[in-house]
């Protein structure tokens, strides 16, 4: 059996970077390190930012740790070990310039996730390790502080230290089945809940699914009764609601019943009260339905009022102070029901993961475990699009591939 120092199981933007940390830790016998990967290097990562991969975010790092839910102290220092700008400077030593968007998301400058691939391959091709593509990992034991790695329809191999970047559930035709929370739970590690993040909505309305393609843009939305608010656009599509802001509400979804949108986020209840009592002398002639066009899009504005059944070829000044009333409170918090989030299949994420308190935040190595590492998606934090998750993948399998290579120095 081929006896290695260290085996990285998942070659995905996690793995790969665990395999640069350990080139430039130890810069010697790296024939000894394998890398094994059930499918082809990153293919996850050429979808990444709809092809032009958001990589990381300019923000502070305490900002950043602000965008993912669970553990944000754990993500600490395998942020702060590997920030925004080292990330950034990997690339740039090999000539990728990035470009920052809004909301301070850096993508590189020739908007081509391939570009980013490339160069992490290169990388991997100067460090000669030993690369395994096709390799499905299918159990790891440990005997004798020995691991044991059984490859689908290969031959078995060992390794001293492990860093297993296998990736969430999420897009299973990347290769991200899951796989890693099985050979974590063998090791008696604890899989906290797991559910799709970074998902569209299932809506049941028909009503509202008519509306696919129509965009709702800067309103607020949340779950009924969670307090998490997300701010941004929403895209009405034929099978419920997606957009920045639904994409990010999602990783909030706990079985929530409904959604509701704040329509006008920058006014108060009060204020937009009281705008459309000073509009109903000024503006009285106008239907109501016409009226709604300052604050809605036109298709939007008939589901509108079908929806709180109110007559829209009614003049403003015939409004009712009890449907005056209804309109403000619905510009204000639409609720509109859910039937649940979409499934793995198109989620960017899986939510919860491998439980933190579990792993040493500040090697990435198993507190159950010696010699057995975690990197990237795996891990239970998620976080919201900007960048944050890659950035994750990189910073924490910078932080294992780091610590698994320090017993070799
Ligand atoms: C469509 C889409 C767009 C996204 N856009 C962005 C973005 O712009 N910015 C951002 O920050 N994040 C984005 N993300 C999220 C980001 O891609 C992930 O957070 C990141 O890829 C996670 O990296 P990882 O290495 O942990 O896992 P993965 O990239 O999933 O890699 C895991 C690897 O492990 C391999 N593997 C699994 N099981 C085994 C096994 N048993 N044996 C051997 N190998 C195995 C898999 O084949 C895979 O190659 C996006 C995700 C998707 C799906």
Redesign the pocket.
């Known amino acids: 059996m081929k006896k290695y120092k260290i085996a990285i199981?998942?070659?995905?933007?996690?793995?790969?970077m665990a395999a640069i940390a350990i080139g430039k830790t130890l810069n010697h016998d790296l024939e000894e390190i394998v890398l094994?990967?059930?499918?082809?290097?990153?293919?996850?990562?050429l979808?990444?930012?709809?092809g032009?991969?958001?990589?990381?975010n300019s923000e502070d790092i305490k900002e950043q740790l602000l965008k993912f839910n669970e553990d944000k102290n754990f993500l600490k220092h395998s942020f702060y070990s590997f920030t925004n700008n080292d990330l950034l400077a990997i690339f740039k030593n090999k000539g990728l310039k990035f470009k920052e968007e809004k909301n301070g998301k850096y993508f590189p400058i020739n908007g081509d996730a391939n570009s980013v691939l490339k160069i992490l391959k290169e990388y991997l091709n100067e460090l000669e390790i030993d690369i395994k593509l096709n390799?499905?990992?299918?159990s790891i034991t440990k005997e004798n502080n020995e691991f044991n790695i059984k490859i689908k329809d290969k031959k078995s191999i060992s390794a001293s230290n492990i860093i297993l970047?296998?990736?969430?559930k999420?897009?299973p035709k990347?290769?991200?089945?899951g796989?890693?929370y099985k050979?974590a739970e063998n090791f008696r590690h604890t899989i906290t809940s797991i559910k799709p993040g970074?998902v569209p909505l299932k809506i049941n309305d028909i009503e509202l699914r008519k509306l696919s393609g129509i965009s709702l843009e800067d309103v607020e939305v949340s779950f009924k009764d969670d307090k998490n608010k997300v701010r941004g656009n929403i895209l009405i599509s034929h099978f419920g609601l997606s957009g920045p802001a639904i994409l990010d509400l999602s990783n909030f979804y706990n079985n929530n019943t409904a959604i509701l949108i704040d329509l006008i986020p920058n006014m108060s209840e009060i204020e937009l009260n009281k705008k459309i009592v000073d509009d109903l002398s000024s503006k009285g002639k106008i239907l109501v339905k016409n009226y709604l066009k300052i604050y809605l899009k036109n298709r939007f504005i008939d589901y509108f009022l079908k929806v709180i059944a109110i007559d829209g070829d009614k003049k403003l000044s015939n409004l009712s102070k009890k449907d005056r009333i209804k309109i403000v409170n619905n510009l204000k918090q639409l609720k509109i029901n859910v039937d649940g989030v979409m499934s793995y299949e198109i989620?960017?994420?899986t939510c919860g993961g491998i439980k933190t308190s579990e792993i040493n935040p500040k090697t990435m190595e198993s507190k159950l475990v010696p010699g057995l590492f975690f990197?990237?998606?795996?891990l239970e934090p998620s976080?919201l699009?900007?960048?944050?998750?890659?950035?994750?993948?990189f910073s924490t399998?910078f932080l294992a591939g780091k610590s698994a290579a320090k017993p070799f120095k």
């Open positions: 199981v998942g070659g995905g933007s996690a793995g790969m094994i990967e059930k499918t082809i290097l990153g293919e996850k990562l979808l990444t930012g709809g032009k991969s958001n990589i990381a390799s499905y990992v299918k970047a296998t990736g969430g999420s897009y990347t290769g991200s089945t796989d890693g050979i970074l989620a960017m994420i990197a990237g998606e795996l976080g699009t900007g960048g944050y998750n890659l950035q994750m993948a399998g």
